[in-house]
């Protein structure tokens, strides 16, 4: 049996799963965790995924709510459909069965479980099929154990937890992997370097942090990750030569304080991160350390949502070991990561969005592998989206979801330029993308 069928086989086996799991569950048949608390999806997320107070003291809580209607754990299916067309033909196809432009796929099949274990303890535990790489494998994973105790007359909620994806932890959504925009188009251009803290961890490592959240309002978290071995990798479906891979142990630290007034919140945290890299297979490892600030004001009054966001991120990069071994021209190099973006949301209904992120960096050709020997990029994107069984669900399923997306990315720059960026005429704005997708949750 080869790959493919042997990955065709699996996923038809997780949708019988989950049909067999919902033909079993009463008329409260509803995605994951509103299916386990019993509370409408729109309270925890505005616009979503990203989440309100309510939402992000769940996440904070284990994935516990303190109810007498709370069942055990749930299941959820959500598939992402997208099309996307660039302004000029690709360079590269972004997948082995993709072409160079209008392309149209299932970009992701995801079935998640979670919720309460214990009185005190969580999860959230998720398997994806990714339609680009033909390939079933494990998603994000957290588990949670809380304790809620009182220090000098301070209310702190001690919490320690096993997840796979630094950054994506955070409850706020300003950060790193979670930072807006939340869908990741695999149809569009990727540069050549993008920050550690923006997910080019994700999923494989292991790591367990240590958290406390005092006087429901300052957030503080240690954690410490490993990186996968690439046999285990290879057998959860994660191994690629050119992922990014850490070595020993990767350090990461957060602070954040929220400030609440009625319905409105407002968020400045910093964030830490410290790990040997390995850039791709074969490569040495390099010491990189992120450091980001970040800065997060939600509003969710009647029927308005709305989200603020801002970060800025500086990576210093040590490569020396690179240098001597001829992977770089340069013992040391560094970039800033600059991102803003705002959201609003309707009625639960209509949605709007848009986003400007830069990065730039100093050069070195050989390790960032551009013309100019510069990462720099910089792109505009704009979201219009439309939930449109949000008011009058389906009976049959009240609390399915479904979206309906356009989103168009602008490239201003481009690894390293505006204009010839790879000295064959090719110019940043050839990259511009347009998206329609398509989310379905169940």
Avoid at 47 to 68: C, D, I
Avoid at 128 to 140: F, I, K, P
Avoid at 165 to 178: K, V
Avoid at 426 to 436: E, H, K, L, M, Y
Wanted: net charge positive; with cysteine; glycine share 8%.
């Amino acid at each position: 049996m080869n790959r493919q069928t042997q990955n065709h086989k699996v996923v038809m086996t997780l949708l019988l799963v989950v049909a067999a799991i919902g033909s079993a569950a009463s008329s409260y048949a509803v995605p994951l965790f509103a299916r386990q608390t019993q509370v409408n999806c729109g309270s925890c997320h505005a616009p979503p995924p990203s989440l309100t107070k309510f939402g992000r003291r769940f996440k904070q809580n284990g994935y516990v709510l303190e109810s007498s209607k709370e069942r055990p754990f749930s299941v959820s299916l959500v598939a992402f459909s997208t099309y996307s067309k660039s302004k000029e033909d690709l360079l590269v196809a972004p997948g082995p069965d993709a072409d160079l432009n209008d392309n149209a796929s299932l970009q992701q099949l995801s079935l998640s479980t979670g919720g309460r274990i214990t009185d005190n303890t969580g999860a959230y535990l998720q398997l994806t099929y990714e339609g680009l790489r033909d390939q079933v494998s494990l998603g994000t994973v957290e588990i949670r154990t809380i304790k809620n105790t009182y220090v000098n007359d301070r209310n702190v909620l001690f919490s320690a937890a096993i997840n796979n994806s630094p950054s994506y932890q955070d409850p706020w959504n300003s950060n790193g992997a979670r930072f807006w925009p939340y869908f990741r188009f695999e149809h569009e251009p990727l540069s050549t370097h993008r920050p550690i803290l923006d997910g080019e961890l994700a999923r494989r490592v292991m790591g367990v942090s240590g958290t406390a959240f005092i006087d429901d309002s300052l957030h503080m978290e240690v954690a410490l990750y490993s990186g996968l071995s690439e046999n285990l990798q290879e057998n959860l479906g994660l191994y690629e030569p050119n992922y990014l891979k850490l070595d020993d142990t990767g350090v990461y630290a957060r602070v954040a304080k929220e400030v609440s007034m009625g319905m409105t919140s407002f968020t400045a945290g910093a964030t830490f991160f410290r790990g040997e890299i390995e850039k791709s297979a074969g490569r040495p490892p390099d010491r990189i350390t992120d450091v980001a600030l970040d800065a997060f004001y939600q509003s969710n009054k009647g029927p308005h949502d709305v989200n603020l966001s801002a970060g800025l991120l500086y990576e210093s990069l040590d490569t020396a070991t690179s240098k001597r071994l001829g992977f770089a021209s340069e013992k040391n190099s560094s970039l800033t990561r600059f991102t803003t973006s705002a959201q609003y949301l309707y009625q639960k209904t209509w949605g709007i969005g848009a986003g400007f992120t830069r990065l730039a960096g100093t050069a070195d050709a050989l390790y960032f592998g551009t013309a100019n020997g510069k990462p720099d990029t910089s792109t505009l994107r704009f979201d219009a989206f439309w939930n449109p069984i949000s008011k009058k669900p389906f009976k049959f399923y009240p609390l399915g979801r479904t979206r309906l997306g356009l989103e168009y990315v602008m490239y201003r720059k481009f690894n390293g330029r505006a204009k010839n960026f790879n000295g064959l005429r090719r110019d940043a704005g050839d990259n511009n993308t347009f998206s329609f997708y398509w989310v379905v949750v169940l």
